[in-house]
């Protein structure tokens, strides 16, 4: 997978390179797609304006993101990432590029609108995946996230600010690491699909269907007793 980085940010760019090139080859072997043409940008804080986006507003600085703007569509990569990241060990930034290769792939075909728990469940499972497959341990960094944040997923209403998006995401992490274990990845394969082939807009209670389907047997059952997803209190 090409990236394009400013000279100055060599030594970033080889460092994310090998994380893309890992994550790029084990997601098309996790979800056995062809993988998508995709780019990869690493951009100097400073020139962050002139990054490719959705919107004509600059996005926040630090902030890792994919876009179809361009073509080939591109990830967005930071010189640093933002302090929101949270929490600071070895495995986040290679989970916070394989999250955003996750959305590129799911986004290489059409996708309807889900709840934002379900759309950012997959890619942070994904992440945990490929940490398994290459053999980069999790232990740390879970053990380090904040399990009780006074909401669960579903309970989880944006807009947020940064510090909530971030909690939200990690409560997503735990629970894609326990689904892995209890399930392995193939439930991964599994959900990729059923996205790409619904035609209506998810509600809340699809969006549970077609993830317990996509878990398995056991998998509904699984779902109501993960603290991390219970049902949003009044
Ligand atoms: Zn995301």
Redesign the pocket.
């Known amino acids: 997978m090409p990236i394009l980085y400013p000279p100055r940010l060599a030594g970033k760019a080889r460092e994310l390179c090998s994380y893309l090139a890992q994550g790029y080859r084990t997601l098309g072997l996790i979800l056995s797609v062809g993988r998508p043409r995709i780019v990869a940008y690493l951009v100097a804080d400073e020139d962050w304006r002139e990054a490719p986006r959705d919107y004509t507003r600059p996005y926040p600085t630090g902030l890792p993101y994919f876009t179809r703007s361009v073509e080939p569509p591109a990830l967005v990569l930071p010189g640093d990432l933002s302090p929101v990241f949270r929490p600071r060990t070895a495995a986040t930034l290679p989970l916070t590029v394989w999250?955003?290769l996750a959305?590129a792939f799911l986004l290489g075909r059409e996708v309807v609108r889900t709840p934002a728990w379900l759309?950012?469940f997959v890619?942070q499972a994904v992440s945990a995946a490929v940490a398994r497959r290459v053999g980069l341990p999790l232990e740390e960094h879970l053990s380090r996230i904040e399990r009780e944040p006074g909401f669960t997923v579903r309970g989880f209403r944006g807009p947020a600010g940064a510090e909530d998006q971030m909690l939200f995401?990690n409560l997503l992490l735990l629970l894609g690491a326990a689904a892995l274990e209890e399930f392995g990845e193939a439930f991964l394969r599994r959900i990729f699909h059923a996205l790409w082939e619904e035609d209506q807009i998810v509600d809340e209670g699809r969006a549970e269907e077609l993830l317990a389907d996509a878990l398995g047997p056991g998998g509904r059952e699984w779902l109501a007793s993960r603290p991390e997803f219970e049902e949003d209190q009044p």
């Open positions: 999250h955003e959305h759309g950012e890619p995401q």
